[in-house]
């Protein structure tokens, strides 16, 4: 099997055959026309080298622009297979904690709806976002089941222990390339504006933003939703504690858009994933 050229290879080869093949047929026929008209052969001359860039640069942008779409095809192909991976670390989590069904994706589609409101609208940065979200308790998979599934409170040393997923969510996800930039929700999320969360209890606006949005989301769909230690809160109650924790547990201008725009952040958890530019629209994919 012959080696394949390379793009870069096959531009430079053929722009030096054309231009030699130009040259020599070009400057015959400039020969044969002007003879010894010194002007006139200038003036052809020049007209040719002009005519040579347009053809030949042409030429060469549609070549590149072949190779780079191919090669933008490759790397969304890459995109999608990684995203896919990111699904399959989901649906262990959703597995082994099955009263959290649809939270995940819930969570994910409310947490980029609410960072549209606050005005975020750069595509990657909310892909960004939404991977973080989707992965936010991936750090869970170092938990044991004992306590990620105990009916009643955790006690003190079990507490501890839950607290520390999110560092195992940074170690597991800072290993992974692809997603080294939506570590901030897994890292983050469990910080409050106040400095009294954890891991690293950051506060005010060196909780990084994408954390901040997605705390709201997260304690909203956890007093709104049963879990194995507790039933859920009627509505009102939930909307009135995430008002109260505003300036405490929540960065306060984030409270405000979110219970602005409660009705249509909540009818994106809860609606079908039919965003084009959502994670499962993409795969064609529904986290369980």
């Known amino acids: 099997m012959q080696p394949k050229l390379t793009p870069q290879f096959k531009i430079v080869l053929i722009y030096l055959v054309m231009g030699a093949v130009w040259i020599y047929f ?81 969570v994910a589609r409310m947490a980029v709806e609410l960072a ?14 939404e991977r973080g ?53 897994p890292f983050c999320h469990h910080e409050q504006w106040n400095g009294a969360g954890y891991p690293r209890g950051l506060a005010g606006e060196n909780i990084p933003l994408a954390a901040r949005i997605f705390a709201v989301i997260d304690v909203w769909d956890a007093l709104s939703q049963p879990r194995a230690y507790k039933s859920a809160w009627p509505e009102d109650k939930v909307l009135a504690h995430i008002r109260a924790q505003a300036g405490q547990h929540f960065d306060p201008a984030i409270v405000r858009v979110f219970l602005e725009n409660f009705d249509q952040i909540k009818a994106r958890g809860l609606g079908p994933a039919s965003d084009p530019g959502s994670v499962a629209a993409r795969l064609g994919t529904r986290i369980p």
Do not use: C
């Open 133 to 185: 979200a989707i992965l936010h308790d991936i750090g869970k998979i170092g938990i044991p089941d004992a306590i990620l599934s105990k009916p009643t409170e955790l006690d003190e040393q079990e507490w501890t222990r839950m607290k520390g997923h999110p560092a195992i969510g940074l170690e597991l996800l800072s290993k992974v390339k692809f997603l080294q930039n939506s570590l901030d929700i």
């Open 26 to 106: 070009s400057d015959q026929m400039v020969a044969v026309l002007f003879n010894n008209s010194s002007v006139m052969m200038t003036f052809a001359q020049n007209v040719k080298g002009w005519a040579f860039i347009a053809v030949t640069g042409g030429l060469l942008f549609f070549m590149v622009k072949k190779d780079f779409d191919a090669l933008k095809k490759a790397n969304r192909e890459v995109v999608e297979s990684y995203e896919q991976t990111v699904f399959g670390w989901v649906q262990v989590m959703d597995l082994r904690h099955n009263e959290t069904k649809d939270h995940t994706e819930r």
């Open 116 to 129: 549209k409101f606050m005005g975020i609208t750069d595509e990657e940065e909310l892909r960004r976002l």
